[in-house]
C-alpha cells in the first residue's frame, strides 16, 4: 500500500469518525433535552385540573363512583351524570372522551376495575363499532403506558413500533402542549368547578344550524376484528367484575341505516345475555331539530330528556328486574 | 414504504453502510437492489409493470442509438413510446375513459331518443396501480427522446438502467430526473463524501419537520373541512383552501426533501424540485418554482416541441412572425397545462386545475408588455405584492380543483365560499395553532431564503453551536409537536 492511499484511507477514517462523533453529540443533547422536556410535561399534564386529560386521568386512577358511563363523544355529551345520580341515589361520573373508540373504553375499563367494582356500567354504542382505521386516537392513551401495565397491550395496537417510540419522553405528551398550558391554567383550585359538577358530561349548548344533506351510510365498511374483539372483551369484563352492565345505543338526529356492526355487537351482546337499548330509533329524538346540536349530538336539552328516559328506565328495568331477582 | 416511518429509518441506514462497504464501481448493483426490496414492499403484486418498462426502453434506447436511418430511429422510439404511454394510459387513465365515453354515449342517446335513460353502469376495472407509474413512464419517455434527437448515447448496462429507473429516493413521487445527470452519477466512483452526507442529514430532517409538523397537523383540519364540506361554512371552506395550499407545499417538498437528502447520503444528487414558490409573483414564474422536474419535462418534451412545429407551419403558410408565435406559444401552453392537469389524476377536475393554470399563462402572456410599463411607474415592492398575492390566489383557487374528489365538488364548495355564511369552524384548538404555526414557519422560510439569503440561517450558519442546537431543537419539535400519524404523501397517488 502506497503513502498516497494510506493518507487517503486515513483521512476517510477521519472524516466518518468526525460525522459518527457528530451525530452523537446531537443525539446526546436530544437525549437530554428530551429527558428533561419530557418531565415537566409530565409532571405538569398530571397536575392538570380541568379538560379532557383531567377527566381521563381522573377516570383511570380516581374516580369511585357506583354508575359509570363509558363510550365516545356521543356518550360523552348525552349521558348527564348529576341527573343520573338524583334520579337513582347513587354516585356517577361518565367517562366518555370525544373520538375515542372501544379500545380507548377497554383501557379505562381495565384501569378502573384494578382499583374497585362499579354497581353499574353503561357502555354508549358509538355506531361503526368496526370501522377500522381509528387507532391513531390511542394516542390519548400514551401518557398512561409508563404507570398502567394493564393498558399496555392495547397502546402497542397503535403500531408496530410503539415501544421504540415511546423510548422518547417527549412523544406521550405529542401536540398535546397548549392541552397541558390549558388544563393548569386555574391550578388554584384542586379541581375545576365546571368538572366536578359535571361528573364528566359536558354539555352542548344550541342546535343543528347548518342544513342536513342526505347521509346513506347503509354501505358496507370495511371491518376490523380487533374491534369488535375489543368490544366483547369490553362485555366480559364489566360482566364479571360483578357489575349490572346495559349497552345502550343513544339518539342519533337520523335513521342509522349501517346494520352490519350493529347486529354484530346486538349479536355479542345478547350472547353474553346483556342488556342493549336502541333509542337509535327513538320517535322522541329523530330529525327533532331542537334536541340535537349536530348529526350525531343530543344538545343539552336532548341530554336532559335522553337522561331522563335512560334513568327511569334502569330504575323499572334494571333495578326492579335486580330486586325481583332477590 | 413510507419515507416517514420507522421502517425507512432502519432501511436508509442500512443500505447507506453496505453502500459504502463495497467498492464504488459496484455499487449500481446495491442500488438496484434496494430499489427493487423498496418497491416489492411497497407493491410486489405489480413488479412485472416496471420490469417490462425497464426492458422496452432499455432495447429501444440501444436500437434507436445503434440505427443510422431517420425512420427507423422513428420506428424504434414509437414502439418505445408506445409501450410506456399504453401503459401509462391503461394503468391511469382507463378508468376515466371508460366512464367518460359512457356518460358520452349516454348523453347522446338521451338525445337521439326519447326514452328515459337505463341504469347501466360503466364497467370499472378493478386494478393496482404499480408504484411511481406516472414518475418512472416520464423518465423512461424522456430518455427516448434524448436518443431520438442524438443528445445521448444509449446506456448499454441493463443493471445500471434499471438502477436509474427505479432509484428508491425518487421512485415513488420524483423528482424526475434526467438520464444524462443521473446514469453518469451511477457509473461514477462515488467515493464518501463529508459535506454531501452531512448535507443529506440536513435535508431529511427539513423534510420530516415539513411533513410531520407542518403538512400533517394541516392535513387535520383540511381533511376535516374537505371531507365533510356540505356542512361547513364559505370562511371555513375558504380557510381550508388556503390551508391546503400550504399542506400540499410542506408535504411535498418535505418529501422532496427526504429524497434528495437520501439520495446525498448515498453519494448521488438529485436535481431540485422547489424553488421558493411563495415567492413567485406570476403563475409562470410560480410554475419555474414549484415541481420543478416536472415543469421542465413537460417545457422540453411537449410545449417546445409543439410550439416550434405550430411556428414552422404557420411560417411556411405565410403566416406573420408575430401572429405565429402568438397562436404557437398560446396553443403550446394550454395544451401542456392540460396535460399536467391529466398527469395529477384522471378526473375531470384536474383538466380544469390544468386549463386554468393554461389560461392564466395565457393572459400573463399577452399583457406582458402592458404589464412591463406598468411595473415602471410603482414601486418595486408593491408591484412584488400585488405579483405573489395575485400568484397565491390563483393557486389557491386551482387547488379546490385539485383536493376535491370530483367537479361537482369543486363547483359546490365554490359556490358555498360566496354563498354559504356561517360560523368558523375551528376543530380542536391545538390543531389551529399548530397550522398557524407551521404557515408561519413556511412563509418566513421562503421569504428570508428569497431576499435575505444571508441572514436568519441554522443549519448553515457558520457557527457549529448554533447549527448542533438547530438540528437537535428541529428534532424536538418533531417529537413535542409532529403528527406521527402515518399519513401518506399526498403525490404519492399520482
Known amino acids: 500500500m502506497t503513502a498516497g492511499n494510506l493518507y487517503i484511507l486515513n483521512f476517510r477514517e477521519l472524516i466518518i469518525r468526525k460525522l459518527v462523533l457528530n451525530i452523537i453529540l446531537i443525539i446526546s443533547i436530544v437525549f437530554v433535552l428530551d429527558f428533561a422536556i419530557g418531565h415537566i410535561l409530565r409532571h405538569y399534564y398530571f397536575r392538570e385540573s380541568r379538560g379532557y386529560h383531567y377527566r381521563t386521568t381522573y377516570s383511570m386512577e380516581k374516580t369511585n363512583a357506583e354508575i359509570l358511563i363509558f363510550g365516545s363523544s356521543r356518550a360523552n355529551h348525552h349521558y348527564i351524570s348529576g341527573l343520573l345520580e338524583d334520579s337513582l341515589k347513587m354516585t356517577a361520573y361518565n367517562t366518555g372522551r370525544e373520538m375515542s373508540g372501544i379500545f380507548y373504553q377497554t383501557a379505562i375499563l381495565k384501569s378502573v376495575l384494578k382499583r374497585y367494582t362499579p354497581k353499574l356500567i353503561v357502555l354508549d354504542f358509538a355506531g361503526e363499532e368496526g370501522k377500522a382505521e381509528q387507532y391513531d386516537y390511542l394516542s390519548s392513551l400514551l401518557p398512561y403506558y409508563k404507570t398502567h401495565e394493564e393498558i399496555r397491550n392495547i397502546i402497542e395496537l397503535k403500531s408496530q413500533f410503539e ?3 415511546l423510548v422518547s419522553e417527549i412523544y406521550p405528551f405529542n401536540s398535546e402542549i397548549r392541552t397541558i398550558i390549558y388544563g393548569n391554567l386555574e391550578n388554584k383550585e384542586p379541581i375545576n368547578a365546571e368538572d366536578k359538577n359535571n361528573k364528566g358530561y359536558i354539555a352542548l349548548y344550541g342546535e343543528v344550524k347548518a342544513k342536513i344533506a342526505d347521509v346513506d351510510n347503509s354501505t358496507s365498511l370495511k371491518v376490523d376484528t380487533n374491534k369488535f374483539n375489543s368490544f366483547r372483551e369490553f362485555i366480559q369484563l364489566a360482566k364479571s367484575s360483578g357489575a349490572i352492565v346495559i349497552v345502550s345505543y343513544s339518539p342519533i338526529f337520523q335513521k342509522y341505516n349501517r346494520l352490519q356492526d350493529l347486529e354484530i355487537c346486538k349479536g355479542i351482546c345478547s350472547s353474553e345475555n346483556i342488556t342493549f337499548w336502541d333509542f337509535s330509533k327513538d320517535t322522541t329524538f329523530i330529525n327533532k331539530i331542537d334536541l340535537f346540536y349536530d348529526i350525531g349530538h343530543l344538545n343539552h336539552n336532548g341530554a336532559i330528556l335522553f337522561s331522563n328516559i335512560v334513568a327511569t328506565k334502569i330504575k323499572h328495568e334494571i333495578f326492579k328486574k335486580d330486586k325481583d331477582a332477590i | 414504504m413510507l419515507f416517514n416511518s420507522i421502517n425507512y429509518f432502519i432501511f436508509l441506514p442500512l443500505v447507506f453502510v453496505l453502500n459504502y462497504s463495497i467498492p464504488g464501481k459496484y455499487r449500481w448493483i446495491l442500488i438496484l437492489s434496494s430499489s427493487v426490496i423498496f418497491y416489492m414492499i411497497g407493491g410486489i403484486s405489480t413488479i412485472a409493470i416496471p420490469i417490462i418498462i425497464i426492458l422496452t426502453t432499455f432495447i429501444c434506447g440501444i436500437l434507436i442509438d445503434k440505427s443510422a436511418k431517420a425512420g427507423r430511429r422513428k420506428l424504434y422510439f414509437l414502439a418505445g413510446l408506445f409501450v410506456n404511454l399504453g401503459i401509462l394510459i391503461f394503468f391511469k387513465y382507463i378508468n376515466f375513459i371508460i366512464t367518460t365515453t359512457f356518460e358520452i354515449s349516454g348523453l347522446i342517446n338521451s338525445f337521439v331518443s326519447s326514452k328515459q335513460g337505463d341504469s347501466q353502469q360503466p364497467l370499472i376495472l378493478q386494478m393496482l396501480i404499480p408504484l411511481g407509474i406516472s414518475y418512472i413512464t416520464f423518465q423512461a419517455i424522456g430518455y427516448l427522446i434524448e436518443l431520438k434527437r442524438g443528445n445521448q448515447r444509449a446506456e448499454k448496462n441493463l443493471g445500471i438502467f434499471a438502477a436509474y429507473l427505479l432509484f428508491f429516493p425518487k421512485l415513488l413521487s420524483g423528482p424526475i430526473e434526467r438520464a444524462h445527470h443521473f446514469i453518469p452519477q451511477l457509473r461514477g466512483k462515488n467515493e464518501f463524501n463529508y459535506e454531501m452526507t452531512v448535507e443529506g442529514f440536513k435535508r431529511i430532517l427539513w423534510g420530516l419537520f415539513l411533513k410531520l409538523v407542518i403538512a400533517n397537523h394541516l392535513a387535520i383540519y383540511t381533511d376535516a373541512v374537505f371531507n365533510n364540506y356540505e356542512y361547513h361554512s364559505g370562511v371555513t371552506l375558504l380557510a381550508a383552501s388556503v390551508f391546503f395550499v400550504f399542506q400540499l407545499y410542506a408535504d411535498f417538498s418535505g418529501y422532496t426533501e427526504i429524497a434528495i437528502g437520501s439520495a446525498l447520503i448515498l453519494g448521488y444528487r438529485l436535481i431540485e424540485n422547489f424553488n421558493r414558490p411563495l415567492t413567485a409573483n406570476s403563475i409562470t414564474d410560480f410554475w419555474r418554482r414549484w415541481h420543478i422536474s416536472l415543469s421542465n419535462w413537460l417545457r422540453d418534451y411537449i410545449f417546445l416541441p409543439i410550439s416550434y412545429s405550430l411556428v414552422r407551419e404557420l411560417m411556411k403558410k405565410a403566416v406573420k412572425q408575430k401572429i405565429s408565435e402568438y397562436v404557437s406559444y398560446i396553443t403550446g401552453i394550454i395544451i401542456t397545462m392540460t396535460i399536467c392537469g391529466i398527469w395529477h389524476g384522471a378526473s375531470w377536475n384536474f383538466v380544469i386545475f390544468g386549463l386554468f393554470f393554461g389560461i392564466i399563462m395565457t393572459i400573463e402572456f399577452l399583457t406582458r408588455k402592458v404589464r412591463r410599463k406598468m411595473r415602471k411607474s410603482i414601486p418595486s415592492l408593491i408591484d412584488n405584492i400585488i405579483g405573489i398575492s395575485f400568484t397565491f390566489i390563483c393557486f389557491t383557487f386551482s387547488m379546490i380543483f385539485f383536493r ?47 431576499y435575505m439569503p444571508s441572514r436568519f440561517l441554522f443549519f448553515k450558519n457558520k457557527r457549529k453551536y448554533v447549527r448542533v442546537l438547530s438540528y437537535s431543537l428541529t428534532i424536538i419539535i418533531i417529537l413535542l409537536i409532529g403528527a406521527f400519524d402515518g399519513r401518506q404523501f399526498i403525490y404519492f397517488k399520482f
Do not use: M, Q, Y
Request: hydrophobic share 45%; glycine share 6%; proline share 2%.
Open chain 1, 163 to 165: 415501544r421504540i417510540k
Open chain 2, 404 to 450: 376535491s374528489e370530483t367537479l361537482k365538488d369543486a363547483f359546490h364548495i365554490i359556490n358555498s365560499i360566496f354563498k354559504n355564511d356561517g360560523a368558523f369552524f375551528r376543530g380542536v384548538p391545538s390543531t389551529l395553532l399548530f397550522c398557524l404555526f407551521g404557515i408561519s414557519i413556511l412563509l418566513l422560510k421562503d421569504f428570508t431564503d428569497e
